[in-house]
């Protein structure tokens, strides 16, 4: 029940009628045996990188292949050694077209192969066959380059005693033209800037069009590079199924279009470096990440991993804001030590490759330092980076706040908001500024005053939510971080320009790039 309620949008089985038109040809073997299949095994045909029904294969166009894995399971231990036949069924292309609305097209037999040909081995007491391989031609061996577009491959396991609900995979190929950037990534080592961005808005793409220019005191050029070394996807939430009493990661309809249209619009954004995570907040119910128990804390982070694997993405963002605490008798009370076991449980969950941040805002992180209030856990010896989330504008001019935990009541230092270093966090890790998009001039004397005291341990800089140049209240400007960036090379031998030309191009009116189109 876990996997289905997170991920049924996206794999879809789905009944269809046998058909044995299209066999592979193959070296006949060893034969199923009837009374064997029928009284051990119900077998089930699955890919290496998912446990549904479909699994995608990306290919930029003129890319010479790629090679994706599969192999058979067995419900319980298999009695002796078979041979398993497998078949191609191009019949059906149409069917699982007009099931997920997708128009694919019938991948052309010279553009696949079977290493090893059609037909799997399965050893005697296991419940595994071994891993068969199909190789995916960008460039066939005649040359012929497979065009642009989204095609199907449906491979079915072969039995007579069974019906092919459960033993048919569909590999999914989308062929595209290269995705073309027009500079790399900057590394971060002096701006590293976080992005948010609201799906309900834009396209993620939108993020690869953020561009810096460095110049020295002469306005020589010494880099034009790419920022946006993190992109977190808005926006999902913290739900609750009263039938189970579960916490349930809740996804809005634009957030799961995009991730099941990852090659179309997550995929471009990490192939230019930049990280794309999933960010995660309260869903006004009045439970979420500070009163969850230790059931549903594993059960929330079980759908988080399955989220995160199965849609490739580089990690989470945690924002504890607008769950409504208190909302709901039914919920517990607001504890110290749920927020730090979700944490921990999290980064035990997605290892170490994974990236887990955290947005330090109001009460759910306030308590952070102190690792006795947190049930003896460390918070920052789990979490890569943590940021300000106080970024709202609360009267005109607006003033930029600077958190800074480890300088409290130095200058520049805000003290409207005093936080206290997150325990076991290296300050090198704590993003100091948030920087909300608003309308009218922004002051920046607090980063200023704070930049000029040496203050600044690091070159996070966090900006929510991303956007091109709309027509609306905001027209006047795209992005706009010029006094922000002005702020932070003053009195330097350099300066940094922002490329707004990039976010104002696509349409030939100069607005509403990037703008969704789903």
């Not at 989204?150 to 007579?160: A, D, E, G, N």
């Not at 957030?255 to 990490?270: A, G, S």
């Not at 956007?467 to 971080?481: H, V």
Request: hydrophobic share 35%.
């Amino acid at each position: 029940m876990k996997l289905f309620r997170i991920v049924t949008f996206c794999l879809m089985v789905i009944t269809l009628p046998s058909c044995v038109d299209n066999v592979i040809e193959m070296q006949l073997g060893e034969q199923l045996d009837e009374e064997v299949v029928n009284s051990t095994a119900t077998l089930h045909l699955r890919a290496s990188e998912t446990t549904g029904d479909r699994t995608h294969v990306l290919l930029n166009k003129g890319d010479s292949f790629c090679t994706e894995e599969f192999y058979v399971h067995a419900s319980k231990p298999i009695t002796s050694n078979q041979t398993l036949l497998l078949e191609t069924r191009i019949d059906l292309v149409s069917a699982y077209s007009l099931s997920t609305g997708i128009e694919y097209k019938e991948l052309p037999a010279s553009f696949y192969e079977f290493i090893g040909g059609g037909s799997f081995e399965f050893t005697q007491g296991s419940r595994r066959s071994e891993m068969k391989q199909v190789k995916i031609y960008g460039v066939n061996k005649l040359g012929n380059v497979l065009e642009s577009g989204r095609y199907l491959l449906p491979i079915t396991l072969v039995s007579p005693w069974q019906d092919s609900e459960n033993s048919t995979i569909y590999i999914d190929v989308t062929v595209r033209n290269s995705w073309e950037t027009k500079a790399e990534l900057h590394d971060g080592s002096e701006l590293f800037m976080v992005f948010y961005l609201n799906t309900a808005q834009f396209d993620p793409r939108l993020a690869t069009d953020f561009y810096i220019e460095k110049i020295d005191d002469m306005w020589n050029r010494v880099w034009y590079q790419g920022v946006g070394n993190i992109v977190n996807l808005r926006k999902s939430s913290v739900g609750y199924d009263y039938s189970t009493g579960q916490a349930m990661l809740e996804l809005t309809s634009d957030m799961k279009y995009i991730l099941e249209n990852y090659d179309t619009y997550i995929r471009p954004v990490q192939e230019t470096g930049r990280k794309v995570c999933l960010c995660i907040e309260g869903g006004g119910k009045g439970i979420g990440f500070c009163n969850m128990s230790d059931n549903q804390i594993d059960d929330f982070v079980y759908q988080v991993k399955t989220i995160v694997e199965r849609f490739h993405l580089d990690g989470v963002n945690l924002w504890d804001r607008d769950a409504k605490y208190g909302k709901d008798d039914t919920f517990p009370r607001v504890n110290t030590t749920s927020y730090p076991k979700l944490i921990m449980s999290l980064r035990q969950a997605l290892g170490n490759y994974k990236l887990l941040t955290l947005v330090d805002y109001e009460e759910p992180t306030e308590y952070f330092w102190d690792i006795e209030a947190c049930g003896g856990i460390e918070v920052g010896g789990f979490i890569d980076y943590a940021w300000s989330g106080y970024n709202q504008p609360t009267e005109e001019p607006y003033e930029i706040e600077v958190i800074d935990p480890y300088h409290q009541d130095m200058p520049g230092v805000s003290v409207r908001y005093p936080r206290k270093p997150i325990a076991g966090l290296n300050p090198k890790r704590y993003g100091c500024t948030n920087a909300y998009w608003h309308q009218g001039q922004s002051e920046y004397t607090n980063l200023l005053n704070w930049e000029n005291a040496g203050l600044r341990q690091n070159c996070i800089f966090v900006f929510e939510d991303i956007r091109s140049n709309l027509q609306d209240a905001y027209e006047g400007g795209t992005w706009n971080p010029e006094p922000f960036l002005w702020a932070i090379s003053t009195n330097k031998p350099y300066k940094f320009i922002i490329d707004n030309m990039q976010l104002s191009d696509r349409t030939g009116s100069g607005y509403n790039k990037w703008i969704k189109t789903w």
